[in-house]
């Protein structure tokens, strides 16, 4: 049973780096096959999915957000974190950590379904 917990701070000033770790438990980030992505969810939107760091360390990010985000991994520590530059109100939603045991086709758009495990989320403000 993998347990995902996000931390980070809930504020962010805009041109600032948005910085978020993933704290995973119950499982090893290493393990093969599962993948670690980073999901955001703007008020009154959609399932946006950000990108992922898989078992090997292999990343891929959503084309629209490539340019500003980075996605790594502490194995020691068994965590993960997403760093999103250059951040502005646009970029305000909840965050969350999520994971499933396999590849999945990236889509913009996802579902909770999508993922056996999610972290509960965790608001962050983009405001001067």
């Known amino acids: 049973q993998v347990q995902l917990q996000e931390s980070g701070p809930g504020l962010v000033k805009p041109s600032q780096t948005l910085s978020l770790t993933c704290t995973v438990s119950?499982?090893?980030?290493?393990?093969?096959?599962?993948?670690w992505s980073w999901i955001r969810q703007p008020p009154g939107k959609g399932l946006e999915w950000i990108g992922y760091?898989?078992?090997?360390?292999?990343?891929y990010y959503s084309p629209s957000l490539k340019s500003r985000t980075s996605i790594s991994r502490d194995s020691s520590r068994n965590q993960f974190t997403l760093q999103l530059t250059s951040v502005t109100p646009e970029d305000t939603a909840v965050y969350y950590c999520?994971?499933?045991?396999?590849?999945?086709?990236?889509?913009?758009?996802?579902?909770?379904?999508?993922?056996?495990?999610w972290g509960q989320g965790t608001q962050v403000t983009v405001s001067s």
């Open positions: 999520a994971s499933r045991p396999g590849y999945l086709l990236f889509r913009t758009t996802v579902t909770r379904a999508d993922f056996g495990s």
């Open positions: 760091i898989n078992y090997s360390g292999s990343t």
């Open positions: 119950g499982g090893s980030i290493t393990t093969s096959y599962y993948y």
